[in-house]
Antibody, heavy 114, light 110 residues
Framework: QLQLRESGPGLVKPSETLSLTCSVS??????????WGWIRQAPGKGLEWIGSIYQSGSTSYSASLESRVTISVDTSKNQFYLRLSSVTAADSGFYYCARHLNYWGQGALVTVSS | QSVLTQAPSASGTPGQRVTISCSGS????????VYWYQQLPGTAPKLFIYSNTQRPSGVPDRFSGSKSGTSASLTISGLQSEDEADYYCAAWDDSLNGPVFGGGTKLTVL
């Protein structure tokens, strides 16, 4: 059974960069043509797509976050990553990694505060 | 403003049949599979329906999904108190080259 797990700092200062890792187990990150992506949820709000990376290494990002987001992958570690720069309090919330729309991690809570 | 449209709330009494709708467009629901998630307070969204109508192992068979054109529905037959949760629909969007979500429907069991 494919499993995903997010990890990274739970507290980030305003204007700094949020960095999260998604570790994939139970399957290879290279063995599927599905996308690997990041989704977030602000407290009390709905789900928002951040961006995705594909088997080819190409990426696509939400237009509202594109200028601040980088998603990358390390196939040797079976991990992919999220970097979100110049964060503000509005970037606080749960961050989920996912394979397409059918496998999700349990989420990582990130708080942006000084 | 979510790309997919869901009513913000729905309710029903135990045993009742409840339907939650999700409306999109030709670039998302109209041309791709629909997914439904249940989110209980303080937990991650849990996949309840994939590929429009399929239930993952462990999801009760009183949950069913359907799709017609650019709209989709999640139906709960025989509502139970433990079904009280937020429900989200999602689909891949070919124009955005990424997934889009509904704003969520908060289901209350009266």
């Amino acid at each position: 059974q494919l499993q995903l797990r997010e990890s990274g700092p739970g507290l980030v200062k305003p204007s700094e960069t949020l960095s999260l890792t998604c570790s994939v187990s139970g399957g290879s990150i290279t063995s599927t043509y599905f996308s690997w992506g990041w989704i977030r949820q602000a407290p009390g709000k709905g789900l928002e797509w951040i961006g995705s990376i594909y088997q080819s290494g190409s990426t696509s990002y939400s237009a509202s976050l594109e200028s601040r987001v980088t998603i990358s992958v390390d196939t040797s570690k079976n991990q992919f990553y999220l970097r979100l720069s110049s964060v503000t309090a509005a970037d606080s919330g749960f961050y989920y990694c996912a394979r397409h729309l059918n496998y999700w991690g349990q989420g990582a809570l990130v708080t942006v505060s000084s | 403003q979510s790309v997919l449209t869901q009513a913000p709330s729905a309710s029903g009494t135990p045993g009742q049949r409840v339907t939650i709708s999700c409306s999109g467009s030709s670039s998302n629901i109209g041309s791709n599979f629909v997914y439904w998630y249940q989110q209980l307070p303080g937990t991650a969204p849990k996949l309840f329906i994939y590929s429009n109508t399929q239930r993952p192992s462990g999801v009760p068979d009183r949950f069913s999904g359907s799709k017609s054109g650019t709209s989709a529905s999640l139906t709960i037959s025989g509502l139970q108190s433990e079904d009280e949760a937020d429900y989200y629909c999602a689909a891949w969007d070919d124009s955005l080259n990424g997934p889009v979500f509904g704003g969520g429907t908060k289901l209350t069991v009266l």
